[in-house]
C-alpha cells in the first residue's frame, strides 16, 4: 500500500508492524480510502461501511465491516512541539484523535487532542460543564508495571466556546525532557511535570491521527478534518 504525504512528512495508514486493526475493536479496519487529502491539503479522515478480511500477526481471521480514517507517521519524533489544527467530527458515538505512541512499544502515548461524542451528539458534557475534549500521558514506571495514566482533562468552556465539530481549534503540545505542557488554540490547559514526564525521556514516538468509534452504532454526518500538522525541535 503507497503511503500518504502529508505536511511535509511520509504517513503510513496501520499501526505499528502494519496493523490493519485493533483486536479489541474487530469491527473496524484502517482503510485507506478513509484517510483523504482533499484540494486544499486538508486531511479528511471518514469512517465508511467497506467489509475485508484481514489476518493478523497471529493468523488470526477477521472480518472487519468498517474502515477507519488512520494516518501514523513513518518518523519518529523525540522532544518539541507538535501541533495541528482539528475541525472534530460530527455526529454520534466518534472517537477522533491527535496522539504521540511509542515507536517500539506501548505506552508511552501523549494525547494531544482524544474527544468522544455522545450517543446523541455532540461533544459538550452537561455534567462536568466542559466538552468531552481531553488532554492525557499513559507511561509505566517499568516494563513489568501497568499502565498508568495522567489524564481525561476536558478542555474547560472559557478555552473553547464554540463546537469544536463546527470551529477550528489549534491543538499543541510542548514535550520537554522535564515537562509536557498542553494548549489549546495557544492557551494552557495543563503542564505534567518532572515526576511523569521523566518516565517518557528520549523515547522515539510516532505521530497519529484517527477517527475511530468504540462500537458499530454511529453515525457519522461529517468528516474529521486536520490541516496544517507542524512539528518544531526543541
Not at 30 to 40: P, Q
Not at 46 to 58: C, F, L, S, V, Y
Request: charged share 25%; aromatic share 14%.
Amino acid at each position: 500500500m503507497k503511503n500518504l504525504n502529508w505536511c511535509g512528512y511520509e504517513w503510513e495508514v496501520a499501526m505499528e508492524g502494519g496493523m490493519l486493526l485493533h483486536p479489541d475493536y474487530p469491527f473496524r479496519w484502517y482503510d485507506k480510502s478513509c484517510a483523504i487529502i482533499n484540494d486544499d491539503n486538508v486531511l479528511e479522515l471518514t469512517i465508511k461501511k467497506n467489509p475485508k478480511e484481514i489476518k493478523d500477526w497471529a493468523g488470526v481471521t477477521y472480518n472487519p465491516e468498517y474502515g477507519v480514517g488512520l494516518i501514523r507517521s513513518v518518523q519518529p519524533f523525540m522532544y518539541g512541539t507538535f501541533s495541528a489544527d482539528i475541525k472534530l467530527p460530527e455526529g454520534e458515538n466518534l472517537w477522533p484523535a491527535f496522539w504521540l505512541t511509542g515507536e517500539n512499544s506501548w505506552p508511552p502515548e501523549i494525547d494531544m487532542m482524544e474527544g468522544w461524542s455522545k450517543k446523541n451528539g455532540g461533544y459538550f458534557n452537561l455534567t462536568k460543564l466542559k466538552y468531552n475534549v481531553t488532554t492525557n500521558v499513559h507511561y509505566r514506571e517499568n516494563p513489568t508495571e501497568k499502565k498508568k495514566s495522567v489524564g481525561l482533562e476536558r478542555v474547560p468552556l472559557k478555552v473553547m466556546r464554540k463546537t469544536p465539530d463546527d470551529h477550528w481549534y489549534n491543538y499543541k503540545v510542548i514535550w520537554k525532557p522535564n515537562e509536557i505542557i498542553f494548549y489549546v488554540d495557544n492557551k494552557k490547559i495543563r503542564t505534567i511535570g518532572e515526576k511523569v514526564a521523566k518516565y517518557l525521556a528520549n523515547e522515539q514516538m510516532d505521530v497519529v491521527f484517527d477517527l475511530w468509534t468504540e462500537t458499530p452504532n454511529f453515525k457519522l454526518n461529517k468528516n474529521m478534518l486536520i490541516r496544517n500538522f507542524k512539528h518544531e525541535q526543541l
